[in-house]
């Protein structure tokens, strides 16, 4: 389906989308490995920490996507679409940006209430500004974690309906943000 200016979302937010896209699979991936790595190790300690730094840069990034969001009106969805898969694809987006928002807060939140903190890039110690609170550690913990598998769900499934607009429905939804302009006539 050709596609116009206003068809599709701007450089910004396409540019926005692909590399918030990449790293977070890239954290959720490292994030998966973590658990391999033996407690109480250098390289446990090393990896953590990385992992930390690399969620708060990603925050940032995805901070400035939510701040161009709702500062930009997204195109329209292709005319045709059913009622319920316009509702599915808007809290389908708000799910994944409740996770991209949550995953950081939580993690950060919960390096704050453990004696070790944040070292950023291995290099600066961030001081915990809380208190080693081993309760509240495994709540803020343990909400990462289930944030993780949500998170992974909804990437999984946000992958494959995209997938399916582009190649199977070939409705357009997919073109809107799409790396690749659409040249063809129209």
């Not at 116009?4 to 699979?25: C, E, F, K, M, N």
């Not at 709540?139 to 990437?155: E, I, K, M, P, Q």
């Amino acid at each position: 389906m050709p596609s116009s200016p206003q068809d599709r979302y701007d450089r910004v937010a396409i540019s926005l989308h692909w590399i918030v896209g990449a790293t977070v699979l890239a954290q959720l991936a490292f994030g998966w490995t973590l658990g391999e790595l033996k407690r109480g190790t250098p390289a446990r300690a090393f990896a953590t920490n990385l992992h930390k730094s690399t969620g708060l840069l990603l925050a940032l990034l995805i901070l400035a996507r939510l701040f161009w969001r709702l500062r930009n009106q997204p195109p329209a969805y292709p005319m045709g679409m059913a009622a319920r898969q316009l509702r599915a694809a808007k809290f389908g987006h708000i799910l994944l940006y409740v996770c991209m928002i949550g995953m950081p807060v939580s993690g950060y939140l919960a390096s704050n209430f453990s004696k070790h903190g944040i070292r950023f890039l291995n290099q600066v110690q961030l001081p915990p500004w809380g208190p080693d609170d081993k309760v509240i550690y495994g709540f803020l913990n343990g909400t990462h974690d289930v944030l993780a598998y949500v998170f992974s769900a909804l990437v999984v499934g946000h992958i494959l309906f995209a997938l399916y607009h582009g190649f199977i429905a070939r409705d357009g939804v997919l073109s809107r943000m799409s790396l690749v302009r659409d040249r063809r006539p129209q």
